[in-house]
């Protein structure tokens, strides 16, 4: 069997031990779709390497080597095939385009539910699915050139899309529940947007009671204060602390850049809050958007120099000019 043979077929699986229902077999539906995704990703690198080695792109190590000919070609080495963050990689370098940060949520998911899976997992379980069909059908078109309804089961098929169309109809009321949602603090207003369960990943948070923030007094706007009900619509748990919320929205708004910068190199675009400890300091804001704490010192009183968020309970130095104050006190 081909690639994209296995790819179908471990996809197929996966829907078959869906339609099951029983909770052993909802693990591995996700696991086999997911198994599915990475295959079809296979596919591709195989369509876009040389005639001379039709499994030159998915080797992890390439190595360079004169042909009989003379001319340098790449040779595979070793038997280990690269990793999603190997085909992305290579897939950038070659212009093949998939949702990244799609696929690395439906990777996160499949860990949650592989390590937590408990009685409230199903509906994470139909989430992960639907969001993998995403990807599937998208791929399978742009990038294969293939058409998935003659590809996938015509059995199967209409629970592929069944699953599709209850887990997005059902975003679609969370979604539109936080509309008209109006906080202090702009990255809040867009975090919301990828709002997610703290309890169990899932995206589906319904927004149940709100009342604006315009219509309270200026001055004291405490979450909390604003927003009275909300709930995760997969596990059924109420979301009332709202600094995991936060914490949690901005994470997920906020995905990509901070990846970014711990991998690329860069600043990241929050960090721990010296005050309520959540990863809610939004440096662009210049504040904790969950609890409002603002550094009380910017620059050193002594060099000027900047001064960090861990810097903040020097007496207004940087941590140098307080280990110099701290010597010459001692001497
Ligand atoms: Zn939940
Ligand atoms: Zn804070
Ligand atoms: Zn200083």
């Known amino acids: 069997m081909g690639l994209l043979q296995n790819a179908i077929y471990s996809i197929e699986v996966g829907i078959e031990d869906y339609q099951e229902g029983e909770d052993k077999r909802n693990v591995s539906a996700v696991r086999n779709v997911y198994a599915g995704i990475l295959l079809l990703l296979k596919e591709k690198l195989v369509r876009l390497s040389p005639e001379y080695d039709p499994d030159l792109l998915i080797k992890k190590r390439l190595i360079p080597q004169k042909n009989k000919a003379g001319d340098v070609e790449f040779i595979g080495a070793g038997k280990t095939t690269v990793n999603l963050k190997e085909i992305e990689v290579r897939f950038k370098n070659l212009g093949v385009s998939v949702d990244w940060s ?26 992960t699915l639907a969001k993998s069909f995403l990807i599937i059908r998208d791929f399978l078109t742009n990038e294969l050139d293939e058409s998935p309804v003659s590809i996938i089961d015509r059995d199967l098929w209409p629970a592929f899309l069944e699953i599709e169309e209850v887990f997005f109809a059902e975003e679609k009321v969370c979604k539109e529940s936080f509309k008209g949602f109006n906080w202090k603090y702009e990255t809040i207003n867009q975090a919301v947007k990828h709002a997610k369960c703290y309890f169990c990943e899932s995206s589906l948070v319904q927004l149940i009671e709100h009342e604006p923030y315009d219509d309270k007094p200026a001055g004291k706007p ?11 619509n997969s596990c059924g748990e109420p979301i009332d602390y ?22 690329e190199g860069g600043i990241p675009p929050y960090d721990s809050c010296p005050e309520c400890g959540k990863n809610t300091f939004i440096f662009e804001e210049g504040c904790c958007v969950a609890c409002d704490y603002k550094p009380e010192h910017e620059g050193c009183a002594r060099c000027s120099n900047h001064i960090g968020l861990d810097e903040q309970d020097l007496n207004g130095l940087c941590s140098y000019c307080a280990n110099l104050a701290e010597k010459i006190r001692r001497e």
């Open 102 to 127: 799609r696929l690395y949520e439906i990777s996160r998911l499949r860990n949650e539910l592989e390590h937590y899976y408990t009685d409230k997992s199903p509906g994470l379980v139909r989430e």
């Open 222 to 232: 405490l979450f909390k204060e604003f927003l009275t009900k909300m709930q995760c």
């Open 242 to 263: 709202w600094p995991d919320f936060f914490e949690k929205c901005v994470e997920e708004l906020l995905y990509t850049d901070s990846y970014i910068a711990a991998t």
